[in-house]
């Protein structure tokens, strides 16, 4: 059962997010990988076993948005969701418009997290 | 010469007549005998040669008087012209003619007298009682030499021999005497040259002792001493002289101006000329030269002189002449001309006119500027009375009593002090002038020395003088400002209208130190103190302080100040002050500081708005991880079987993201809420953290790569933690906006801390943004102005006051590369410790 539950890898330079979600995502029925950073998942080897990307957009170095359009360079079209502390109304149909399956707003209920994902594993 | 009649008689003899009548053979005995007489006559000659006149002439009247035995015999002879005649009498054995043989020389004179060319016959003359028969006998041609007489008293003399033997007796006599007076005159002759030339020896011997007493006093002199030929060649030198010029004898005597290559070149012409006048018409010569001394090689007068020496025909011999060293004298003289000419050139420059008068009030002196002051020259007024010449009239009356007063008791109330007299001049106009006289004794004679000095003048620059002050004086009172003096010790001594109408109070009141009295009571004692300090040590004099003000009835704010005149020797000879109301400026001022204060916490305020959505971010991000735990949580208790042990996790989680979301908060209201400030020591390096916390997500939004370099230990500062994070925070948004536009290169923002070596501590924060223009580095600081298209432009000009209020400074510079650096740099220890320095606290007291 375990090993058929995809895979929702989370990249959040908040270690309060890369704690709480993966507990959240698991109850939820997902397997969970998190990273710290843009530049930490895309050196791991959870790419193409990734079914759903949840992105923070602000980090220090690399962005949410840079790794979108890295991934997309490398053809790597994982649905993704982008979560954001900022109360930006105006960010997210830009990042919906990018190709965006969801941006959530933090702090976001897991009904509205589960939504989501459910709207991603769909794409698949 | 008179013979000796008396030694010279001899004994009467029988005439040869009565032989001749006695005895017939007598005769020819008579004429043997005449024959042996004309022998002896004819032999006289040789006897007598070489013998003196006086010899021949005793031989011939003896051998006369015995071969004739006549009773007398006289002789006389012509002497040289004018001289009286020699007589010479000889008489026989007659009583009566022995004793008288004056008597009958006198006689037979007196009868020569009558005819000097007495010539034969014979007379008869009575002489001395006795009838003699007289023949006159003269010597030479007609008598030329002289006479003899022959006298005899038998009647018949002579006989014809005894006429012949007296004929050739005389002739014989005037040979003899002739030669014998040609032999005298040839002795006489002989004997002078032998005379004059043992004296010419004399003279010579003297002569050359002289010579080498002269020499060698000339070589010994201390002075030197020459001697030069009759052409001018020397031909002696003294060591003296060679000694001093360096010169040898050989070179000086090898030619007449060898000598002169010791003159000095300037005087050599003159010294060669006058040298040559002196030789040529044998004057010698007076003149003076200067010589090199070969001991140091200066040049030093000397005076030459030589004079010549001539033997005796008037021939010049040689000249004798030494040179003297008068440069001392010179000098001397010099320096004695210069200080007279110095002393008559101060007193003809002097402005005073300058008269010496003597006892009886005559000029003896004159100066140039008597001259003009009075229009009398120099040789007018010498000699003239004083008090004719400047003294009007009316006034001369006292003079002359004061001269006699003087000169009769000593004493003089007008001498030796300056009075203010009118004088007169040539042209009869009066004058005001200041006059001095001192009196002086001049060897027995007192004489005045007058300085007088035309007045006119300053009697009308102190009219002037009176005027410029008179005008002064009304701008003092006109002038729209309070003015005040004072003296030195600090004593009010003037003040203008303005300050007696401003405070209220009179004159009299606030003269010395009564201007304390319109002073507010708080500030009297330091504004005393202030006051006598700077009294005390000349310092300028500023101080603010409230004056009354009359017209207010109130106090007001005034700045009083003043600078000390100082003399040359930088003595304080006064201070003049002034009095400024500042009350309307002082409080504008302080709105001013108001409204500072109140636009650098709307500063605060917009910067805090600015980041509304990082600060939503900050808070978000811990609310974010709460809901989600607690959702977790909810959904782990729903389980069947609930997961307890994992809610209790997520439950933890919750609690702690809880507690960062309200630390989150507690810093925003520090900066929203503070209204008081509180100075207190600050880390700096956590305040910096803190700013960062607060800005991370802003800055990463901004997609800047922050590197903070934080010192290892940093001294703490003391201010205000809020207001410095204010600036830090401003100065990384500034830094942030500056990158907003670089996508070329990275972001890098670089805040850094560190301690500078002057017990500062500094702040920078290093961007890589487009930076700024140069020509504006100032500008970036004043308020308004900004290069930001949204922004007001008061950031850095508050943040620059905030800095400045904590005694530190802020600048800004252009990196090498791109990019800019702001640094602040703020003392380390507790402010407030310098007591002079602003307080912060104080400052910031009105928000």
């Known amino acids: 059962m375990k090993n058929n539950r995809p895979l929702v890898s989370i990249v959040d330079d908040d270690e309060s997010v890369r704690e709480s979600l993966p507990d959240l995502l698991a109850e939820l029925g997902f397997a969970t990988q ?91 | 010469m008179t013979g000796d009649p008396g030694l010279m008689a001899q004994p009467r003899r029988r005439s040869n007549v009565e032989e001749q009548l006695e005895n017939p053979a007598g005769e020819i005995k008579r004429l043997r005998r005449c024959i042996n007489d004309l022998v002896s006559f004819l032999a006289l000659p040789a006897v007598w040669t070489g013998g003196e006149p006086s010899q021949v002439v005793h031989t011939l009247l003896d051998t006369l008087l015995r071969m004739l035995h006549l009773d007398l015999v006289y002789l006389r002879l012509k002497g040289p012209i004018g001289d009286a005649p020699i007589e010479m ?42 009838d003699m028969s007289i023949v006159p006998l003269p010597l030479g041609l007609q008598g030329g030499i002289g006479m003899i007489i022959a006298g005899s008293r038998r009647a018949d003399f002579p006989e014809q021999t005894e006429r012949l033997l007296l004929s050739v007796a005389a ?25 004059r030339v043992s004296q010419r020896t004399k003279e010579l011997v003297d002569a050359n002792q002289e010579l080498q007493v002269q020499v060698g006093l ?25 000694e001093y010029t360096g010169q040898a004898l050989d070179y000086v005597q090898s030619s007449p101006e060898a000598w002169m290559t010791a003159v000095h070149p300037e005087d050599r012409e003159r010294a060669s000329r006058s040298y040559w006048d002196g030789i040529r018409s044998g004057q010698g010569f007076t003149m003076e030269a200067r010589f090199r001394r070969v001991l140091d090689g200066t040049y030093r007068w000397h005076l030459n002189r030589a004079v010549a020496l001539r033997d005796r025909e008037g021939k010049i011999l040689r000249f004798v002449g030494t040179s003297t060293d008068i440069e001392d004298v010179k000098q001397s003289e010099e320096k004695l001309r210069r200080a007279e000419e110095k002393t008559r050139l101060i007193i003809d420059t002097a402005l005073d006119a300058v008269i010496t008068i003597d006892a009886k009030g005559q000029i003896t002196s004159w100066n140039k500027q008597a001259e003009i002051s009075f229009g009398w020259s120099h040789s007018e007024a010498i000699g003239q009375h004083m008090s004719d010449l400047i003294i009007p009239e009316r006034l001369r009356k006292a003079h002359e009593q004061g001269l006699r007063h003087f000169l009769a008791t000593g004493d003089g109330p007008i001498l030796r002090r300056r009075i203010e007299i009118t004088a007169v001049r040539r042209s009869g106009s009066e004058f005001p002038v200041e006059l001095e006289v001192s009196p002086m004794m001049l060897g027995q004679d007192w004489v005045f020395s007058a300085f007088i000095r035309d007045i006119t003048d300053s009697k009308q620059a102190e009219e002037k003088l009176r005027e410029s002050e008179l005008k002064l004086r009304q701008m003092t009172e006109t002038i729209p400002e309070m003015l005040w003096s004072a003296t030195p010790a600090g004593a009010f001594d003037y003040c ?121 971010h900050e808070v978000n991000q811990p609310l974010s991880g709460i809901v989600t ?36 908060i507690t810093r925003l209201r520090a900066l929203f809420d503070r209204k008081s400030f509180t100075i207190e020591p600050v ?7 803190e700013v960062i916390a607060l800005s991370l997500s802003r800055l990463q939004r901004d997609r800047v790569i922050l590197r903070p370099e934080l010192a290892g230990s940093l001294p703490l ?63 970036l600081f004043k308020a308004f102005y900004t290069t930001k298209g949204d922004g007001m432009g008061i950031g850095l000009s508050v943040s620059r006051s905030i800095i400045e209020t904590h005694r530190g400074r802020l600048w800004a510079k252009l990196n090498d590369g791109p990019g800019a650096t702001f640094s602040f740099s703020i003392p380390r220890g507790p402010a407030g410790q310098t007591p002079d320095a602003p307080n912060p606290e104080q400052v910031m007291r009105n928000r």
């Open chain 2, 89 to 130: 009498i000889r008489v026989g054995e007659s009583q009566t003619l022995m004793s008288r043989p004056k008597e009958i020389c006198e006689l037979l004179h007196r009868w020569l007298e009558d005819d000097p060319q007495k010539s034969l016959p014979v007379v008869r003359k009575t002489i001395g009682g006795e």
């Open chain 2, 496 to 616: 203008n209208a303005r300050v007696l109408h401003y405070t209220g109070f009179s004159a009299e009141e606030i003269m010395g130190n009564g201007w304390r009295q319109f002073l507010h009571p708080e500030d009297v004692d330091h504004t005393s103190r202030e006051w006598m300090s700077c009294v005390t040590t000349g310092a300028p004099y500023r101080v603010e302080v409230r004056i009354y003000n009359a017209a207010d009835c109130a106090y007001r704010w005034c700045v009083t100040s003043a600078l000390p005149l100082l003399d040359q020797k930088g003595r304080i000879l006064k201070w003049h002050g002034t009095v400024v109301d500042m009350h309307d400026w002082k409080q504008a001022q302080e709105e001013l500081r108001n409204t500072q204060a109140e636009l650098a916490h709307m500063t605060r305020v917009t910067t805090l708005g600015e980041l509304t959505a990082s600060i939503a």
């Open chain 2, 683 to 689: 880390d700096l390096n956590d305040a910096v953290r």
């Open chain 2, 218 to 242: 000339l070589q010994h002199v201390p002075v030197a001493a020459w001697t030069l030929g009759p052409d001018g060649t020397p031909d002696f030198v003294n060591h003296n002289w060679l």
């Open chain 2, 171 to 195: 002739n014989q006599a005037a040979i003899g005497l002739q030669e014998a007076r040609l032999l005298s005159e040839q002795k006489r002759v002989t004997s002078e040259l032998d005379r």
């Open chain 2, 717 to 779: 500062v003391t201010g205000d933690r809020v207001q410095l994070q204010q600036v830090i925070l401003n100065l990384l948004q500034n830094a942030s906006d500056a990158m907003s536009g670089i996508d070329d290169r990275p972001r890098y923002l670089l805040i850094r801390t560190e301690v500078e070596e002057t017990d500062h501590v500094r702040l920078t924060v290093q961007d890589s943004g487009v930076g700024f223009d140069p020509q504006v580095a100032e500008r």
């Open chain 2, 629 to 664: 735990n607690a959702s977790t949580c909810l959904r782990m208790l729903n389980a069947d079987p609930p997961n307890v042990e994992g809610a209790r996790e997520t439950a933890r989680r919750t609690i702690r993201d809880g507690n960062r979301a309200s630390d989150v």
């Open chain 1, 34 to 124: 998190a990273f710290s950073s843009a530049e930490e998942f895309l050196a791991s080897d959870c790419i193409g076993g990734t079914r759903c990307l949840i992105l923070d957009i602000a980090m220090p170095g690399m962005t949410g948005p840079d790794l979108q359009r890295e991934l997309k360079l490398r053809r790597q079209d994982i649905p993704i969701v982008f979560i954001t502390a900022h109360p930006d109304e105006t960010i997210r149909p830009r990042m919906l418009e990018e190709g965006a399956v969801e941006c959530l707003f933090k702090p976001f209920s897991d009904t509205a997290l589960l939504a989501a994902l459910t709207t991603a594993l769909q794409l698949n």
